[in-house]
């Protein structure tokens, strides 16, 4: 399990950037990976500061926090 932690507390919102991708079977409930994108980003030496391309632009969603 993963959870977010907070280097300041005014923090305003929650960027997610997509690491894993799949389906769950609705039978068994079990999940398939279908694509590590984590593994993508070492490949590609995508990091959060990386040039001129980084993980930012791989944002999903930004989640709002107040």
Do not use: Q
Not at 21 to 31: A, C, P, Q, V, W
Not at 37 to 44: E, L, R, T
């Amino acid at each position: 399990m993963h959870a977010a932690t907070f280097e300041y507390e005014n923090t305003a919102n929650i960027v997610l950037i997509l690491m894993l991708s799949g389906y769950r079977d609705s039978k068994t409930l079990s999940i398939s990976i279908e694509h590590n994108y984590s593994c993508w980003y070492a490949d590609h030496c995508i990091t959060l500061t990386s040039e001129p391309k980084n993980a930012m632009a791989f944002c999903n969603k930004v989640l709002m926090v107040d």
